[in-house]
T-cell receptor, first 115, second 114 residues
C-alpha cells in the first residue's frame, strides 16, 4: 500500500520565479492538504482540496495556489518566489472532513530553497 | 484564537530513562489531539491520537499520551527511551468545528544520549 508521495524531493529556485510541487495521496484517501514548515518551526496550514476544489485556506497570500485532479493528486504552485518561501512543503492526505476520520498522513516533503 | 504550546523546545535525556514531552492547547471548542514525530530530513509520522473515550492513549514505538481536559494538556510519555527516538516531536490539534486543518505546536527536539 503506497503512502503519500511527493515530487520533487529538493528544488532550488531564484527569487521571482514560479514553482510547482506535486503530491499523490495515500490509497483510498480523497483529500489533500498542504503545509509549509519553515526551519525550526511547526508546519503551517496552506490550504485543503477535496472534490477538486479548494475548501479552506490558511493565512497565505494569493501567490500560493493549488489544484486537485480527478485521481485526487494535487499540485501546489507558488508564484513570484520570495526568499521567505524557502521551507519544507508537506502534503498530507486524509478522508473528507465530516466522515469521522481525522487523521492526516504526511508525505516526505519537498525542500524548496529560494536564492 | 486557537493555539498549541509545546513547553520545551529541547529535551535531553539519557538512553533507557523515562521522558515526558509537554503540550498545552487553547481552544473554545472541543478538539481532537495528535502527536507526530519527524526524523531528520523526513516527513511527519503519526505517533498517536486522542479522539474520544479513554484519556490514556497508546501509540507506536512504546509512546503513550494522556488527555487532561481540565488542564487542556496532552503530554507525551515513554518509560524508557532509545537512541533511535532522537527526533522532533510535534503536538497538533484539530478543532471539532473545523476538522480539515491541523494546528501544530512549535515542536520539541528529543535528544537521547548514550
Amino acid at each position: 500500500d503506497a503512502g503519500v508521495t511527493q515530487s520533487p524531493t529538493h528544488l532550488i529556485k531564484t527569487r521571482g520565479q514560479q514553482v510547482t510541487l506535486r503530491c499523490s495521496p495515500k490509497s483510498g484517501h480523497d483529500t489533500v492538504s498542504w503545509y509549509q514548515q519553515a526551519l525550526g518551526q511547526g508546519p503551517q496550514f496552506i490550504f485543503q482540496y477535496y472534490e477538486e476544489e479548494e475548501r479552506q485556506r490558511g493565512n497565505f497570500p494569493d501567490r500560493f495556489s493549488g489544484h486537485q485532479f480527478p485521481n485526487y493528486s494535487s499540485e501546489l504552485n507558488v508564484n513570484a518566489l520570495l526568499l521567505g518561501d524557502s521551507a519544507l512543503y508537506l502534503c498530507a492526505s486524509s478522508y473528507k472532513p465530516g466522515q469521522g476520520f481525522y487523521e492526516q498522513y504526511f508525505g516526505p516533503g519537498t525542500r524548496l530553497t529560494v536564492t | 484564537a486557537q493555539s498549541v504550546t509545546q513547553l520545551d523546545s529541547q529535551v535531553p535525556v539519557f538512553e533507557e530513562a523515562p521522558v515526558e514531552l509537554r503540550c498545552n492547547y487553547s481552544s473554545s471548542v472541543s478538539v481532537y489531539l495528535f502527536w507526530y514525530v519527524q526524523y531528520p530530513n523526513q516527513g511527519l509520522q503519526l505517533l498517536l491520537k486522542y479522539l474520544s473515550g479513554s484519556t490514556l492513549v497508546k501509540g507506536i514505538n512504546g509512546f503513550e499520551a494522556e488527555f487532561n481536559k481540565s488542564q487542556t494538556s496532552f503530554h507525551l510519555r515513554k518509560p524508557s527511551v532509545h537512541i533511535s527516538d532522537t527526533a522532533e516531536y510535534f503536538c497538533a490539534v484539530i478543532l471539532s468545528s473545523n476538522t480539515g486543518k491541523l494546528i501544530f505546536g512549535q515542536g520539541t527536539t528529543l535528544q537521547v544520549k548514550p
